[in-house]
C-alpha cells in the first residue's frame, strides 16, 4: 500500500463559499469549517477547505453560511513569504467529496476516485 493522505470532517460553515476564478482559469472555493474538538474542552478548530473545478461550483452554489457540511479530501501544507516578508505555513484540507451529514447524496470532484483507487494499489 503506498502512503495515504486523506481526512474526513464533518462541521459548520462559517460564511458563505466563495467562488472564483484563478489566473490559470480553474474554478476554486474556499470556505472555513468550524470543527468543535472532543470533550471535556468544547472548543472548536477553524478549517480552510478549498475545492475545486465543478466541485467548487456546486458548493458555492448549494451550501450557505451556518449549515452542517461532510468534506472528505487530503491535506496540503503550503510554504510561503507574505508580502512584508515573513515565512509563513498554512494547512488546507482539498476536498474531493462534499455532503450534507444528513443527506444519503454527495458531490464528487471528478478526478477523486482515480486518486483514491491509485493510493489503494
Not at 27 to 48: G, I, N, Q
Not at 68 to 94: A, C, M, W
Request: charged share 30%.
Amino acid at each position: 500500500m503506498k502512503d495515504l493522505n486523506e481526512v474526513c470532517i464533518s462541521g459548520t460553515l462559517m460564511r458563505d463559499p466563495v467562488l472564483r476564478r484563478t489566473r490559470a482559469d480553474h474554478d476554486m472555493c474556499t470556505v472555513m469549517v468550524s470543527v468543535m474538538r472532543p470533550e471535556p474542552s468544547k472548543a472548536h478548530d477553524y478549517l480552510d477547505v478549498i475545492c475545486w473545478e465543478e466541485l467548487a461550483a456546486k458548493v458555492a452554489d448549494e451550501f450557505r453560511a451556518g449549515e452542517r457540511i461532510l468534506f472528505k479530501g487530503r491535506l496540503r501544507k503550503n510554504n510561503y513569504t507574505s508580502t512584508d516578508g515573513q515565512k509563513r505555513v498554512s494547512t488546507q484540507i482539498i476536498a474531493d467529496y462534499v455532503q450534507r451529514p444528513e443527506e444519503p447524496a454527495y458531490y464528487e470532484s471528478a478526478d477523486a476516485a482515480g486518486a483514491y483507487a491509485e493510493n489503494m494499489a
